[in-house]
């Protein structure tokens, strides 16, 4: 950020560089010389939520009502997860875990195993409204829910079970 005096007035001019940021930390240039390998979009539409997976890996949720899985490293999508009717508006995941959870516009949240072939390996049916809120404990057993219809859920992940519900009395989850 440059300062500089105009007219008797302060102000402020981003200075912009010609330098690129990657994933790894390190900075590179744009241009041929510093060109980046480039990859397929993950989604096909604007992303609604991004967590972290691995250390090397990211979760995304997208408007194209899918999940992926990335490399923080090379932008590369790795895995894709479809089964929601509408967007995805939330993902997340315990570290270190092999579950994904997704929550969408469709009122679901569905889990999905990263070396799973095909399809969500629990389903979270429950909510009336769209699924605003998405926590799920250190160890992935369990995980919690907040929707538009004004409540919050506690599942436990290994059998879908609702453990508990609260209704909140205002629209705040």
Not at 15 to 20: A, N, P
Not at 40 to 47: K, Q, R
Not at 137 to 151: E, F, H, K, M, V
Request: glycine share 8%; hydrophobic share 35%.
């Amino acid at each position: 950020l440059l300062l500089s005096r105009a007219m008797g007035k302060l102000q402020s001019k981003i200075s912009f560089h010609t330098t690129k940021y990657r994933a790894d930390g390190s900075v590179g240039q744009t241009g041929p010389a510093g060109a980046s390998q480039q990859h397929s979009p993950a989604h096909t539409d604007a992303v609604t939520s991004v967590a972290a997976l691995q250390p090397d890996l990211c979760v995304s949720g997208g408007r194209d009502k899918s999940v992926a899985v990335s490399s923080w490293r090379s932008g590369a999508a790795l895995r894709r997860f479809t089964g929601h009717e509408r967007e995805v508006t939330k993902v997340t995941s315990a570290l270190d875990s092999n579950r994904v959870f997704s929550a969408s516009r469709d009122k679901t949240v569905m889990m999905w195993e990263l070396h799973r072939t095909s399809g969500p390996s629990q389903h979270f049916p429950g909510h009336d409204l769209v699924v605003t809120g998405l926590a799920v404990s250190p160890d992935a057993s369990q995980l919690c829910t907040g929707s538009r219809d004004n409540t919050v859920c506690k599942w436990d992940t290994e059998t879908g079970e609702c453990l508990g519900r609260a209704a909140i009395s205002r629209n705040l989850v």
